[in-house]
């Protein structure tokens, strides 16, 4: 039971660094245009074509980009972004997005997404542990020999354990639609080999 405890308690941590790197993303996007269909994670907003241009830029020996997400995962003063906000546009445009915040919009889904997919990975993890201590109590109740404490046990273990994959299997409506987060599967692999350095 401890070990269900601790990776529900990881996969928890997961998505709350997921809502972080949600967070900070739309942060920058907003910084530089405040409403528009970047900002709307809902709404698809990846291509093929963006993939594979962002990949591209990632081949550069210096990338601007990379200290907005450095700093021990803080992001810069937006006064200094803001005041590098050219240098940046025209490097995005050197890749042919259209700005600055077209860039950081595609690299804030990719960062999203990555954080998803790790936690949908976590999630799915806990829901199968917490399914063999069902099934573990489910067998135990069937000894003849127990006593009502221990019955009693057994039986808050296997509720607590539905309850727990009800609530892991709830649908998260706050995070980025399907669509982006399946193009930024089909290209994980390059993205992971080309940002190593970046870590």
Avoid: H
């Avoid at 809502?19 to 093929?48: C, F, G, H, I, R």
């Avoid at 021990?72 to 490097?91: L, N, V, Y």
């Avoid at 990555?114 to 399914?131: H, N, Y």
């Amino acid at each position: 039971m401890v070990g269900i405890g601790l990776v529900a308690s990881t996969a928890c941590g997961k998505k709350t660094e997921a809502e972080k790197a949600l967070s900070a993303a739309k942060a920058v996007s907003e910084s530089m245009v405040p409403s528009n269909a970047q900002n709307d994670y809902m709404k698809p907003y990846l291509t093929d074509e963006k993939m594979v241009k962002f990949i591209e830029s990632l081949q550069e020996d210096v990338n601007p980009f990379e200290v907005l997400f450095k700093q021990g995962g803080q992001m810069m003063q937006m006064t200094e972004i803001q005041k590098r906000a050219e240098e940046f546009s025209g490097f995005a445009r050197k890749y042919g997005f259209a700005d600055f915040s077209d860039y950081t919009a595609v690299w804030g889904r990719i960062m999203v997404g990555e954080m998803l997919v790790a936690a949908e990975d976590m999630k799915k993890g806990t829901i199968e542990m917490w399914e063999k201590s069902i099934q573990s109590a489910e067998e135990s109740l069937k000894k003849p020999d127990l006593d009502a404490e221990t019955r009693k046990m057994y039986e808050d273990q296997i509720a607590s354990g539905k309850t727990s994959i009800e609530d892991l299997k709830k649908p998260d409506t706050s995070s980025l639609n399907e669509a982006d987060l399946a193009l930024i599967a089909k290209y994980k692999a390059q993205i992971d080999e080309a940002t190593k350095k970046f870590k």
